[in-house]
């Protein structure tokens, strides 16, 4: 499997002078220690130290974004670390479309770029523009709490709203929920007075059963400290880390971060990206100010997350114990194997040996006449009787 990966670009691993089994800390406190030998400012001149610097700085990039070192666990740095970090669907022609599709179809997340249209829409309306001539500038719609929106939108476009939020509002917390019942993908992106891209949250698969969407962006714009998990761990993902010696449990938690979202208050541009790769996205839209933080719900929420955090920190430095000890079981198990298939075959051979013992006694005897069977009975008692 390592062999694979290394055709397919640089063993970042490696680089790091670390195992394929090695948690967030273990991946920087390596980096820590090998960049503060090669810094630039170390080595003022050296050509050498300075491109080794550049080569860890690539690796510590990819592995300590929880993201961007799954994507490299299964294909390696070609085709996936560069050209799949930020893919633009506008620009894709059918087949990279359909190809798009497939990877993402099949668990392996894919990253897309917003339009540059988008973006460029965005800036217009952050600036109060109501007419930009050559440019088609989209409407927008101003939210109310609590009111629900219906709609659909084309792929790769976006639907435009306004919500205003009091300092009064974000005390309590406010919440942009999304939501689509058909798992559609797309993405809740909120601007600046600018218009440049300052929030977004990406759709995700509902793990909750009680609810009837099927994914979902939710915003959470919330006083209390909050952590984020990002979808699951997939087949594909699970089979890799199963020919890592890394056990998938290890893994659950690896996107499980604290979420860092602010807003002040005021008048605020977001939109609905349609992130489908060919089909328009249907989504239901609302905004709502939270229940206050003392609720049963908020309570709920930190004491859960407040043990997963825990959870996550002992996943983390028991992994390599673990891994190493795992090992060293199957190790064990491949000669215990090696064992019982030895000793099944040393059976048989000691068996076929007795076999041949025997036989080779036996053929010093080959030319002693057999003897004939004594015959017994009431015949033959009462035939010597009368004879």
Known sequence: MSDERNKKGRDFYATLGVERSANQGQIKSAYRKKAMKCHPDKNPGNEESAEQFRQLSSAYSVLSDPN????????????????????????????????????????????????????????????????????????????????????????QC??????????????????????????????????????????????????????????????????????????????????????????????????????????????????????????SVKYNLRCMVAVPPSAGPVQAIEEAEWKLAEKKDKLERIQPEFCELKKKFEEACKNLEADIKETAELIQVRESAYTDYITHSAAQYNNVPQAQAQQKGFMGGFGKLFG
């Open 68 to 155: 961007k070192k799954r994507n490299y666990d299964l294909h390696g740095e070609e085709g996936n670390v560069e050209e799949l970090s930020s893919v633009s669907v506008a620009e894709l022609g059918t087949l990279g479309r359909l190809l798009g599709a497939l990877v993402s179809k099949a668990g392996i997340p894919v990253p897309t770029e917003i339009t540059q249209k988008v973006l460029t829409s965005a800036q217009h309306l952050a600036a109060g523009a109501t007419h930009v001539p050559g440019f088609e500038l989209p409407q927008f719609t101003h939210l109310v709490y609590g009111q629900t929106v219906s709609s659909t939108v084309d792929r």
């Open 158 to 279: 976006a639907h435009f709203y306004k919500i205003t939020i009091s300092d009064d509002d974000l005390a309590r917390g406010v919440i942009i929920q999304c939501t689509s019942n058909v798992k559609d993908k797309f993405k809740c992106v909120v601007f600046d007075h600018e218009g440049h891209v300052c929030l977004v949250e990406e759709s995700q698969k509902s793990r909750d059963k009680r609810i009837a969407y099927k994914s979902a962006a939710n915003m959470f714009l919330v006083p209390f400290a909050r952590y984020n998990l990002l979808e699951g761990i997939t087949p594909a993902m699970m089979r890799m880390a199963q020919e890592d010696d890394v056990p998938p449990v290890f893994m659950i938690l690896d996107t499980f971060d604290k979420d860092v979202k602010h807003l002040r208050e005021g008048t605020h541009l977001f939109c609905v990206y349609g992130d489908n790769w060919f089909q």
